[in-house]
């Protein structure tokens, strides 16, 4: 997948299929778009191009934004997956947001992406004061040989499926039910970055990501399984316990998840700079502060054993939705 920041990056090119929203989580309403849109892209022999904003609108006009499912590295991630050919990122400004309607859909989507079919919710809206809608794309495209077309909403067991139910899900700590809407198991990537060591001297050696502080699920500690260290095999993750959140113990104030692995071994200690996947399996409680590490280390100890015995039983689980 070819990642295009903003819109100087465009290259010239002949024509291609897109779609444009938040694509928050990338859930199964989102996987049922992108796949009908790959085979039009097949049919048209073009490429598919998702176009997204950077940050979101939400994040722009309002003063407290719905958090996020995923970071951005993880939708990216996502992308790729689903086997998108062009993911463009729109820086989302003052100036960007004073587009109007009409010179969005000449300049970018026409002259700029050459879109020969577009797809897009029919409550969408876009440009100066929200003034475009699906009618005048629809307008606009009638005469420009650019087809428009909506998306369906996408249900399960009757209720449309959203990116609002699956952030509250995992801000209430139910993995299992927002994992039923995503169609994929939740997880968090990035680099292991170097931490504070304070876990090996109390005997629980962590791998921390850096996350930002605007992503949904709860704070707090997880059953987790790991993926993306080179002593694992490719299909048998590493298991481990893991906590989510700034370590008010320590008076920590970054946002990040600190995994301890069961069977941590020295090789792991050279994970540093390597890219791993970490997937929250079950919430086992919420973050809290310790008067010391004392009391943390034996804490820690139980979420330990919490977290093992499930992870023991953990096939017998759900199975994700096809």
Request: proline share 5%; aromatic share 8%; charged share 25%.
């Amino acid at each position: 997948m070819r990642i295009i920041r903003g819109i100087n990056a465009i290259q010239p090119q002949t024509h291609c299929v897109a779609t444009i929203g938040n694509f928050d989580g990338l859930h199964l309403g989102h996987q049922k778009i992108i796949a009908k849109l790959k085979k039009k892209a097949q049919s048209l022999d073009l490429p598919l191009t998702v176009i997204s904003f950077e940050p979101l609108p939400a994040e722009f006009f309002m003063p407290e934004p719905p958090a996020r499912i995923f970071p951005m590295r993880d939708k990216i991630r996502l992308l790729d997956q689903l086997g998108i050919d062009n993911y463009l990122c729109l820086k989302f400004d003052k100036d960007f947001s004073a587009i109007p309607a009409e010179d969005f859909i000449q300049k970018i989507l026409l002259e700029k992406l050459k879109v020969k079919y577009l797809a897009v919710g029919d409550d969408f809206r876009f440009g100066h004061k929200r003034s475009g809608d699906f009618k005048l794309l629809k307008t606009i495209g009638d005469y420009s040989d650019m087809e428009v077309a909506d998306t369906a909403t996408c249900k399960q067991d009757n209720q449309r499926i959203s990116s609002t139910r699956i952030r509250d899900y995992l801000q209430a700590g139910d993995i299992d039910n927002a994992n039923q809407l995503l169609g994929h198991h939740y997880q968090l990537s990035g680099r292991v970055r170097h931490g504070d060591k304070r876990g090996r001297t109390i005997g629980f050696p962590t791998l921390n990501l850096r996350l930002p502080n605007n992503i949904a699920p709860a704070r707090g500690v997880y059953a987790v399984k790991v993926k993306g260290l080179s002593n694992q095999k490719s299909d048998q993750p590493l298991l481990g316990v893991a906590n989510l959140g700034a370590r008010p113990t320590v008076n920590g104030t970054e946002n990040r998840l600190e995994t301890h692995l069961f069977d941590f071994t020295d090789e792991a200690f050279s994970a540093y700079g390597k890219h791993i996947c970490v997937e929250l399996v079950r919430f086992i409680r919420a973050e809290k502060k310790f008067d010391d590490f004392e009391a943390l280390k034996t804490q820690i100890v139980a979420d330990a054993n919490q977290a093992k015995a499930f992870l023991k039983d953990v096939h017998k689980t759900y199975k994700l939705p096809k």
